[in-house]
């Protein structure tokens, strides 16, 4: 029996001629068309596709109340083909597992006819999106690599066969991962094509699996929500209404967002992750380890909705590159958004190199950013950041307004905050509306160099760098308090710390309390009502603090170096901008230990006269430091003021061009100037960077 139906299949075989066997394998798989399809049913759910031309049409009947389940051994979209889901109008949520063991490739449409059904895909294999992935369903979408969706408390929908599901009629609660690794979720575009993921107004976007990658891809919801979480573990993404919580035990991966040109996004109007609209949405993102490279993350709102909100939970390290951006930007009359960062390191590194020889005004434009800007007369956004290490090199975290309303506030607490070359915080104003605060809590360092600014338990300013909270020239609003705590602060090479006001608002207070403080190389403190609280405060090489109140209303310094001040060739001085100022202000330097002034200024300048008020254990000045005051008192042992001491009923100084706000603009008829020729003593008027 066996020889005989060998030889028949080899005989068989022989007659077959070049032109009659592509004819038999043509029949053939027109007999059994599961051997090329891309969508292909497991045969366990009742799933049922028919091929109509490049579309599947997706139909079954496996209902538990509102939840149609789905189940396929394969399940592919090409380029220009789609898959369509269709049911009665009772489905409310399509639950599709792929159970064959490969990743699906999704390069064409998933559609759905169920009016308002949300979609649910899942592949614990691996999901990739290509460039012209595309999606037009009316309700939410979900995709997942995860092991199982959890069906209220005790449903199960499993992904694997030879676990038993437990179907429910509960809405679906989790998405449950195994020991495992999980497996990659990918949304991928090239140089000309950028996949959208779109989903209806008001509707939820999520990618929850392995790593995520979105590289020239959109994802986009419109005052809607966007879900992303990268998970390495066994544990459950629980999706609330107002959070994204996952279980304590879970290890998370990494989320990568890239962009090849920014110019792209602009043209098709969207970010790489985006819930942009009139009423503002939600973003929720849960990572191990978050990368941006010249991506897009917007919430900004337009209309007169509730305010919008980007959450990020990291527990690893965050970097923007090269211009990337997050923002939740107020352009209408409703609220700001909020964006709320917690993460182990936060860095803003890099220029977007698409603007490298753009206008030097455009400079900032081109930074990696944080921002919660306000153009219009809604309030602005806040911004809330949680990292031991924030590294802004450069970049910049902004909560300013150009509009009516008022600016939101910016709250940052870390351990160490360093700003470099350009990096920038910022919370002024240039219009009507009031600048916000700055509040910096960090507990081992600030560091600011190269036009810089930043704040953290360290806090050093070098290189132009700066915090401001100032008001421009052209603004009546008022300018920002800020707080900084810190052990260590460090400003160098004219790092600054600015809340003054140049136009017809207030300057804002100023509180520094910290261990140890040095100012050195150009470096300021400038604003309103100053407090500075610490140890030892050391201001050397042209660097000093500057109170500069506007419209007439002196303000004081108050400086207390409980062991040690020392300024050298560095000044302390308090001044109005008008010359019909009726409220004096002054300058209270005071220490329990020893003060020690050599070749610097001590000024307090005002028509209405200016007081100055020094106390220490002991007081050594040099005979070329200079106090200029209406009233002088100085309660130290063994003082010897003859040579160096001037107190005058009118003051000696009119006020000059001190250095400006970097977010300020200039009128030539709000500017005012601030000349001393007889010493160099105050830093130069760096370049103001907008």
Same mark, same amino acid.
């Given at each position: 029996?066996?020889?005989? =139906?060998?030889?028949? &299949?080899? +005989?068989?075989?022989?007659?077959?001629?070049?032109?009659?066997?592509?004819?038999?394998?043509?029949?053939?798989?027109?007999?059994?068309?599961?051997?090329?399809?891309?969508?292909?049913?497991?045969?366990?759910?009742?799933?049922?596709?028919?091929? *109509?031309?490049?579309?599947?049409?997706?139909? !079954?009947?496996?209902?538990?109340?509102?939840?149609? =389940?789905?189940?396929?051994?394969?399940?592919?979209?090409?380029?220009?083909?789609?898959?369509?889901? *269709?049911?009665?109008?009772?489905? *409310?949520?399509?639950?599709?597992?792929?159970?064959?063991?490969?990743?699906?490739?999704?390069?064409?449409?998933?559609?759905?006819?169920?009016?308002?059904?949300?979609?649910?895909?899942?592949?614990?294999? !691996?999901?990739?999106?290509?460039?012209?992935?595309?999606?037009?369903?009316?309700?939410?979408?979900?995709?997942?690599?995860?092991?199982?969706?959890?069906?209220?408390?005790?449903?199960?929908?499993?992904?694997?066969?030879?676990?038993?599901?437990?179907?429910?009629?509960?809405?679906?609660?989790?998405? !449950?991962?195994?020991?495992?690794?999980?497996?990659?979720?990918?949304?991928? !575009?090239?140089?000309?094509?950028?996949?959208?993921?779109?989903?209806?107004?008001?509707?939820?976007?999520?990618?929850?699996?392995?790593?995520?990658? %979105?590289?020239?891809?959109?994802?986009?919801?419109?005052?809607?929500?966007?879900?992303?979480?990268?998970?390495?573990?066994?544990?459950?993404?629980?999706?609330?209404?107002?959070?994204?919580?996952?279980?304590?035990?879970?290890?998370?991966?990494?989320?990568?967002?890239?962009?090849?040109?920014?110019?792209?996004?602009?043209? %098709?109007?969207?970010?790489?992750?985006?819930?942009?609209?009139?009423?503002?949405?939600?973003? =929720? &993102?849960?990572?191990?380890?978050?990368?941006?490279?010249?991506?897009?993350?917007?919430?900004?709102?337009?209309?007169?909705?509730?305010?919008?909100?980007?959450?990020?939970?990291?527990?690893?390290?965050?970097?923007?590159?090269?211009?990337?951006?997050?923002?939740?930007?107020?352009?209408?009359?409703?609220?700001?958004?909020?964006?709320?960062?917690?993460?182990?390191?936060?860095?803003?590194?890099?220029?977007?190199?698409?603007? +490298?020889?753009?206008?030097?005004?455009?400079?900032?434009?081109?930074?990696?950013?944080?921002?919660?800007?306000?153009?219009?007369?809604?309030?602005?956004?806040? &911004?809330?950041?949680?990292?031991?290490?924030?590294?802004?090199?450069?970049?910049?975290?902004?909560?300013?307004?150009?509009?009516?309303?008022?600016?939101?506030?910016?709250?940052?607490?870390?351990?160490?905050?360093?700003?470099?070359?350009?990096?920038?915080?910022?919370?002024?104003?240039?219009?009507?509306?009031?600048?916000?605060?700055?509040?910096?809590?960090?507990?081992?360092?600030?560091?600011?160099?190269?036009?810089?600014?930043?704040?953290?338990?360290?806090?050093?300013?070098?290189?132009?760098?700066?915090?401001?909270?100032?008001?421009?020239?052209?603004?009546?609003?008022?300018?920002?308090? $800020?707080?900084?705590? *810190?052990?260590?602060? %460090?400003?160098?090479? +004219?790092?600054?710390?600015?809340? =003054?006001?140049?136009?017809?608002?207030?300057?804002?207070?100023?509180? $520094?309390?910290?261990?140890?403080?040095?100012?050195?190389?150009?470096?300021?403190?400038?604003?309103?009502?100053?407090?500075?609280?610490?140890?030892?405060?050391?201001?050397?090489?042209?660097?000093?603090?500057?109170? %500069?109140?506007?419209?007439?209303?002196?303000?004081? &310094?108050?400086?207390?170096?409980?062991?040690?001040?020392?300024?050298?060739?560095?000044?302390?001085?308090?001044?109005?901008?008008?010359?019909?100022?009726?409220?004096?202000?002054?300058?209270?330097?005071?220490?329990?230990?020893?003060?020690?002034?050599?070749?610097? $200024?001590?000024?307090?300048?005002?028509?209405?006269?200016?007081?100055?008020?020094?106390?220490?254990?002991?007081?050594?000045?040099?005979?070329?430091?200079?106090?200029?005051?209406?009233?002088?008192?100085?309660?130290?042992?063994?003082?010897?003021?003859?040579?160096?001491?001037?107190?005058?009923?009118?003051?000696?100084?009119?006020?000059?061009?001190?250095?400006?706000?970097?977010?300020?603009?200039?009128?030539?008829?709000?500017?005012?100037?601030?000349?001393?020729?007889?010493?160099?003593?105050?830093?130069?008027?760096?370049?103001?960077?907008?």
């Amino acid at each position: 029996m066996t020889s005989v =139906f060998h030889f028949t &299949i080899e +005989k068989a075989t022989n007659m077959l001629t070049s032109k009659t066997l592509p004819l038999l394998i043509t029949s053939f798989l027109s007999l059994n068309p599961h051997l090329y399809a891309e969508v292909v049913s497991d045969g366990t759910m009742g799933t049922v596709v028919t091929s *109509t031309g490049t579309n599947f049409l997706i139909t !079954g009947d496996r209902q538990e109340g509102g939840n149609l =389940f789905h189940s396929f051994q394969l399940f592919n979209v090409k380029s220009g083909e789609s898959a369509t889901f *269709t049911g009665p109008g009772t489905v *409310t949520n399509i639950l599709a597992r792929v159970t064959g063991g490969q990743a699906s490739s999704i390069n064409g449409g998933l559609h759905s006819d169920i009016p308002g059904a949300n979609l649910y895909l899942l592949n614990p294999h !691996g999901i990739q999106f290509g460039e012209h992935a595309s999606l037009n369903i009316s309700g939410s979408f979900h995709a997942s690599t995860a092991n199982y969706v959890r069906l209220g408390e005790n449903g199960y929908f499993y992904t694997n066969q030879a676990t038993p599901s437990v179907l429910s009629v509960a809405l679906p609660s989790a998405f !449950g991962f195994s020991d495992n690794p999980p497996a990659l979720i990918s949304i991928e !575009g090239n140089s000309s094509e950028i996949p959208k993921l779109e989903v209806q107004t008001g509707k939820d976007l999520s990618l929850i699996g392995g790593n995520l990658l %979105i590289k020239d891809g959109v994802l986009s919801a419109p005052n809607g929500r966007i879900n992303l979480t990268a998970v390495a573990s066994a544990g459950e993404v629980v999706p609330t209404a107002t959070n994204l919580t996952v279980t304590a035990t879970a290890k998370l991966g990494d989320i990568t967002l890239s962009q090849s040109s920014s110019e792209k996004l602009k043209k %098709i109007g969207l970010a790489n992750v985006d819930v942009s609209g009139n009423q503002g949405g939600q973003i =929720f &993102i849960r990572t191990g380890q978050f990368y941006l490279n010249k991506a897009r993350v917007f919430a900004d709102t337009s209309g007169n909705g509730n305010s919008s909100k980007i959450d990020i939970s990291v527990t690893g390290d965050m970097h923007l590159n090269k211009g990337a951006r997050i923002t939740a930007d107020n352009n209408g009359n409703g609220q700001g958004g909020r964006i709320a960062i917690t993460a182990n390191t936060l860095q803003l590194s890099g220029q977007n190199d698409e603007k +490298k020889d753009e206008k030097k005004e455009d400079f900032i434009n081109s930074l990696s950013t944080i921002a919660t800007n306000n153009f219009s007369s809604g309030k602005g956004g806040n &911004i809330e950041i949680q990292a031991p290490i924030l590294e802004i090199n450069p970049g910049l975290i902004q909560a300013a307004t150009k509009g009516n309303g008022d600016a939101g506030s910016i709250t940052i607490q870390a351990q160490r905050v360093m700003l470099k070359n350009g990096g920038f915080i910022n919370a002024g104003t240039t219009s009507s509306g009031q600048a916000g605060n700055i509040t910096i809590n960090a507990t081992q360092k600030i560091s600011l160099s190269n036009t810089s600014s930043i704040a953290t338990q360290k806090i050093s300013l070098s290189n132009t760098s700066s915090i401001s909270g100032s008001a421009s020239s052209k603004s009546s609003g008022n300018a920002g308090n $800020l707080r900084l705590y *810190t052990p260590q602060l %460090i400003l160098e090479n +004219k790092g600054q710390i600015s809340s =003054f006001s140049l136009g017809r608002g207030k300057a804002g207070s100023i509180m $520094l309390t910290t261990d140890t403080a040095s100012a050195t190389q150009e470096s300021g403190i400038y604003g309103g009502e100053i407090v500075f609280t610490s140890k030892t405060i050391s201001l050397t090489n042209n660097s000093g603090i500057y109170s %500069i109140p506007a419209q007439g209303k002196g303000s004081s &310094i108050f400086v207390q170096a409980y062991n040690r001040l020392y300024v050298d060739n560095s000044a302390i001085i308090t001044a109005t901008l008008d010359a019909q100022d009726i409220i004096a202000g002054g300058v209270n330097v005071q220490s329990d230990g020893i003060i020690i002034l050599n070749n610097s $200024l001590l000024v307090a300048n005002a028509v209405n006269g200016g007081y100055i008020f020094i106390k220490a254990d002991q007081y050594i000045p040099s005979s070329d430091s200079v106090i200029r005051a209406n009233s002088v008192t100085i309660n130290a042992p063994d003082v010897n003021l003859s040579g160096f001491l001037t107190a005058g009923s009118q003051p000696l100084l009119k006020l000059p061009g001190l250095s400006l706000s970097r977010c300020a603009s200039f009128s030539k008829e709000h500017l005012s100037r601030f000349l001393i020729t007889s010493r160099d003593v105050l830093p130069p008027t760096p370049e103001d960077l907008r």
